[in-house]
């Protein structure tokens, strides 16, 4: 595994009917599960924050080698099929991002191989 990956990143609101939201998610997580190329996974459910309640319920981060891969994996069957089942989660109670994943070395720019551009821009 290289010191760089990408990432792609769907952030779950507090869902109104938790029994729902567990079932659409674990429903939307076997598909994910099925898609190609991962490298790592990671569930987080969110505890609060340090000025108390926050709209986040659940972070699903899924990490790749690099663009090409997490590209390739989110246009498999397996990928297309998670994008539907994520449909049918309420729409606006999730964000899907993508990011480039790298050790900062205090200060520094990001690596020469990663998409990101210097400033957040």
Sequence with gaps: MSEFMV???VLFAAPDDQDEFENTYNDFFALVERMPNI???QVIDILGSPVGD???FRILEVYFEDREMMDAALR???GQEAGDELR???PGSFEMVFAD???EEGGGQPPANSTAKPGGA
């Design 101 to 103: 994943v790298y050790e």
């Design 7 to 9: 990432k792609f990143m």
């Design 39 to 41: 490298t790592r996974r």
């Design 76 to 78: 498999s069957k397996p």
């Design 54 to 56: 926050t709209h986040l």
């Design 88 to 90: 049918r989660f309420k």
